[in-house]
C-alpha cells in the first residue's frame, strides 16, 4: 500500500456490511491511518460478488455444523479446536502436498475495547448508492460502482456516535443475569 494513491474495498451488500458502522471504519477510521490515500468503499449489487472468502466461510460453517452436531462447542477456543481437527482430518486424505495445511487457524485478541458505536448517516439511505468515498470532509457516492469518482455526487450525511454498544435492554438482562449469579453464591468479577 506503500505506493498506492487510492484503495478501494469492495463487500457484499447485506445490512451486515452495508452500514453506517462499516461505511464509517473505511472511510473515517481507516482513513486517518491512511491521510495520503484516497479510500473508496463499493458494493456489489445484491447476489453478486461471490469469492474464494465465501466459498472459506462455506466450508468453515459446514466443519461447524459437522462438529456441534457430536460435540458442545462452548467457547472460540473450542471452535479454533474444532477446525484444526478437520483441517487434520482433511490432510489425511489430500493426496496433493499443495493442497495440504492449506488453512491454519487463529485467535486474535480484541485490542480496543467496544465502548461505543460510530457510524455515518445517508440522508437518503445507505442502499441507494453502491459506491462511496470521502473526499476530504464531503461524502461522495455513486448509484452504480464505479472506480472514476468524477462521476461521483455529494452525499448529505451526519456522522453519529451511539455510546455503549449495549442497548438499555441489554445491559438490564444482563445485570440481572450477574445479580442471579451472585446470588446463587457464583463469585462473576466486581461491580
Not at 460435540?71 to 483441517?87: A, Q
Not at 495440504?100 to 439511505?125: H, W
Not at 443475569?177 to 457464583?186: A, F, K
Request: charge should be positive; charged fraction near 30%; hydrophobic fraction near 30%.
Amino acid at each position: 500500500m506503500k505506493y498506492a494513491k487510492k484503495v478501494n474495498f469492495w463487500s457484499d451488500s447485506g445490512p451486515h456490511f452495508k452500514n453506517g458502522n462499516v461505511i464509517y471504519s473505511f472511510l473515517v477510521d481507516f482513513r486517518q491511518n491512511f491521510t495520503d490515500k484516497k479510500i473508496g468503499i463499493n458494493f456489489f449489487n445484491e447476489k453478486h460478488g461471490k469469492s474464494d472468502v465465501d466459498g472459506h466461510f462455506g466450508v468453515l460453517s459446514r466443519w461447524y455444523k459437522d462438529l456441534e452436531a457430536i460435540r458442545n462447542i462452548s467457547s472460540i477456543i473450542d471452535i479454533k479446536e474444532c477446525f484444526e481437527e478437520k483441517e487434520r482430518d482433511r490432510n489425511l486424505f489430500e493426496s496433493s502436498s499443495a493442497e495440504k495445511n492449506k488453512f491454519s487457524f487463529a485467535i486474535y485478541p480484541r485490542n480496543m475495547p467496544r465502548t461505543e458505536r460510530k457510524r455515518i448517516l445517508v440522508k437518503d439511505g445507505i442502499k441507494l448508492y453502491q459506491s462511496y468515498y470521502m473526499d476530504g470532509r464531503v461524502l461522495k457516492g455513486s448509484v452504480i460502482g464505479r472506480l472514476d469518482a468524477s462521476n461521483y455526487l455529494p452525499v448529505s450525511y451526519s456522522r453519529d456516535c451511539l455510546g455503549d454498544i449495549m442497548g438499555p435492554a441489554s445491559k438490564k438482562v444482563q445485570d440481572t443475569r450477574i445479580r442471579m449469579l451472585r446470588q446463587s453464591g457464583i463469585g462473576f468479577g466486581s461491580g
